[in-house]
């Protein structure tokens, strides 16, 4: 865990079910470099997920499927690295985790060995609890996802809203147990109703972190670049901006164009 520069304590999954049975809330961002990932742990958060999101916002790409292990852990490292006080938690990427459990073990263990994150993340329900299991009893934290799990798109076909049927209510329900069971020490809950998020987190030991789940989770999540108005295209009804990047940063970078185009900049005393 090593010193840490300021009085704030080291977050841990330990502090997670703490923070659950006190009812305080956990707020967690997305980051996926050394130097917002700074910004963001000296500004309080208790959580870092590294996600595979970075395949759309550091990337470009369309979806979360195309982002390597090896790409991950380049992110994870350098996020790992900046934060002293925020729990860090990395996404294992699509086809990292799937294909069998020795091969998911070996892989978390490698994002463990090589990034210095707190935990991992990966998606799926009871199908996963195994996979769970063999990746926690090699001593790595996990964190489940269930609702809408992006890294299976083409099998749902779309980024709606997930489980507002009894039915996959039911089986949301019962995966979010054998996640729980299996030993996952948080769940994010993606894009379902707010009714049923909320059962969720009542009947679970998990911590749940919601995005587009209600306000009745144990935790919020988004993703660090929507949250701070710098996606601008991308405006789901669950998410809020809290600050204007995008326009911050245009401004900053007309006034450099500006101040160049003009020799204002640089002046005498920004000169040898
Ligand atoms: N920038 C970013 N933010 C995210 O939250 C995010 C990513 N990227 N990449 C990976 C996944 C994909 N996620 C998504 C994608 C779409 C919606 C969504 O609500 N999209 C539409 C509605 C689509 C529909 O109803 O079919 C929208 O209103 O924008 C939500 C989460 C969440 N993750
Ligand atoms: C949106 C969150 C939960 C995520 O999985 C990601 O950013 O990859
Ligand atoms: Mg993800």
Known sequence: MGYLTTDKKKITTKTFSEMKAAGEKIAQLTSYDFTTAGIIDRAGIDSILVGDSASNVMAGNETTLPITIDEMIVYARAVARACKHCLVVCDMPFGSYQVSREEAV????????????????????????????????????????????????????????????????????????????????????????????????????????????????????????????????????????????????????QSYIEAVKTGSFPNADESY
């Open 106 to 253: 070996r892989n978390a263990v490698r994002i463990m060995k090589e990034t210095g994150v707190d935990a991992v993340k990966l998606e799926g329900g009871a199908e996963m609890a195994g996979t769970i299991g063999a990746i926690v009893a090699a001593g790595v934290p996990v964190e489940g996802h269930l609702g809408l799990t992006p890294q299976s798109i083409h099998k749902f076909g779309g980024y709606g809203l997930r489980a507002k049927e009894e039915a996959e209510a039911r089986k949301l329900l019962a995966d979010a147990h054998a996640l729980d069971q299996a030993g996952c020490f948080a769940i994010t809950l993606e894009k379902v109703p707010a009714a049923l998020a909320s059962q969720v987190t009542r009947e679970v030991k998990a911590a749940t972190i919601g995005i587009g789940a209600g306000a009745g989770t144990d935790g919020q999540v988004l993703v660090y670049a929507d949250a701070l108005g710098m996606t601008q295209g991308f405006k789901p009804k669950f998410l809020r901006h809290f600050a204007q990047m995008a326009q911050c940063m245009t401004q900053g970078v």
